[in-house]
């Protein structure tokens, strides 16, 4: 029987999967309603089983920032899989994509694919643990680093989303060994280092958060945790699964200035196909095995097909570097900020927050820097805002704990449709002053 229509796509998707999904962000439940089932992508719209076309805003979470179906992506990826989808042995397609992220991330002297960033950060971290001979872990309340066991505390994103504290089934022991600590707050890191002399393997962070919502670093503070991980000789990880090529081609480290010991990256490097990477000072990497004592592995890693879209995307992106970064600024000031005038004229309370094409319209009077003042936003106004904007055919991610993306392929005709969605949303908010 053929199934059509996302209402009963999701009646059985439910009886399938937990929640009707198979990662927990694409649920609805935090901004009510039913997610609509997508059916294809091009550009900067997505169209869903009934037919209705969105502006999207959350970019499969971060990948698609060149647009859906990137034709250049397309055909080499239609390329890749005539030759066959894997192979489980070398090609030459890997060292074409790792050259390309090595010269876009000087940091990175050598690195390894993976397929998901949860595999990413935790390679990452079990490599720092080997090189330092150290357990303990500091990361930041409200950062996500992929749900493995050590990473999964005060982990922001869909964990925030759902009001859960840490995970079930993350044992007490190893939960333990994960230091977490409110972001942007070098005095708190100061004194785990302090408690904790010469036991702390490594700080991961996101250097500008996307999880908890989008939330800048403060002047100074990636400055500082570079200088105290050097002085305790505990390695720096930059997740840039999330900021890596959106920020600027070079990432957060490249727009900040800060050179980290390690870097995660994942969502664009594999244009959309399952696909990651960490990488760091060849000293750290060489513990790898089969070189060293450290292991790591993985099947479909640096799969034929992820690598032709990664090569497709990236290498668009380093051509392209001096007129994508510039135009991903405009676009994505003309419709946060424009959007954030509609709520001032309305009278909504709004907190925006961005960092080049990634940003979050807190709905808060205060300041947001940090997990605890993200935590301040009405959650109730943003779902109805959400509610109203997929109503009106503009898509964007279902939590107030998420940065909204968009891509090259957004037009300034969409730009100006989003703001004035907005306007309509805002019209009928009740935090509204009555106008009589
Ligand atoms: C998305 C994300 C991850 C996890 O990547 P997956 O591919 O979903 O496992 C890790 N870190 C950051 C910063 C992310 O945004």
Not at 261 to 277: F, H, N, Q, W
Not at 381 to 409: I, N
Request: hydrophobic share 45%; net charge negative; glycine share 10%.
């Amino acid at each position: 029987m053929k199934i059509i229509g996302s209402r009963a796509l999701q009646e059985r998707a439910e009886r399938l999967f937990p929640g009707g999904v198979n990662s927990p962000v694409r649920a609805f439940r935090a901004v009510g309603g039913d997610p609509p089932f997508v059916e294809r992508g091009d550009g900067a719209y997505l169209w869903d089983a009934d037919g209705r076309r969105y502006i999207d805003y959350f970019g499969s979470w971060g990948p698609m920032i060149l647009g859906h179906a990137f034709p250049a992506a397309v055909e080499a990826v239609q390329r890749a899989a005539a030759r066959s989808a894997s192979f489980g042995a070398s090609t030459a397609a890997e060292g074409d994509l790792a050259e390309l992220v090595v010269k876009a991330f000087p940091s990175i002297e050598k690195l390894r694919f993976v397929s998901s960033g949860t595999e990413a950060t935790m390679s990452a971290v079990r490599v720092a643990r080997a090189f330092t001979g150290r357990k303990y872990v500091i990361k930041f309340e409200g950062c996500y680093h992929g749900h493995s066991d050590g990473l999964l505390v005060k982990a922001g994103s869909g964990v925030a989303t759902f009001g859960i504290p840490g995970s079930a089934g993350v044992p007490e022991e190893i939960a333990h060994l994960t230091l977490a600590l409110p972001f942007n707050d070098v005095a708190a890191v100061e004194a785990a280092f302090a408690t904790h002399k010469n036991e702390i393997a490594c700080v991961i962070v996101e250097p500008v958060v996307g999880n908890a919502g989008c939330i800048a670093p403060a002047a100074g503070y990636l400055e500082a945790l570079r200088a105290i991980t050097a002085r305790e000789e505990a390695v720096l990880i930059f997740d840039e699964v999330m900021t890596g090529f959106r920020l600027a081609l070079g990432g957060a480290q490249e727009l900040y200035g800060i050179t980290p010991d390690m870097t995660t990256l994942g969502k664009i490097v594999g244009g959309g196909l399952p696909c990651a990477a960490f990488g760091g000072r060849a000293e750290i990497m060489n513990l790898l095995a089969p070189l060293g004592p450290a292991y790591q592995a993985g099947t479909l890693s640096g799969n034929p097909l992820a690598m032709a879209a990664g090569i497709a995307t990236v290498g668009h992106l380093v051509k392209h570097r001096d007129t994508v970064y510039p135009l991903l600024e405009n676009i994505s000031a003309a419709v946060a900020d424009g959007v954030a005038a509609e709520a001032a004229k309305a009278g909504v309370p709004m907190v925006t927050n961005r960092a080049g094409a990634m940003w979050t319209w807190f709905f808060t009077s205060t300041p947001v820097m940090d997990f605890a003042t993200a935590a301040t936003s009405d959650t109730a106004s943003f779902a109805r805002f959400h509610r109203s904007m997929l109503e009106q055919g503009v898509w964007l991610p279902p939590s107030q704990y998420e940065a909204v993306f968009l891509g090259t392929a957004h037009a300034m005709d969409d730009i100006h449709q989003t703001i004035a969605a907005a306007a309509v949303a805002f019209a009928s908010h009740p935090s509204r002053p009555n106008v009589s």
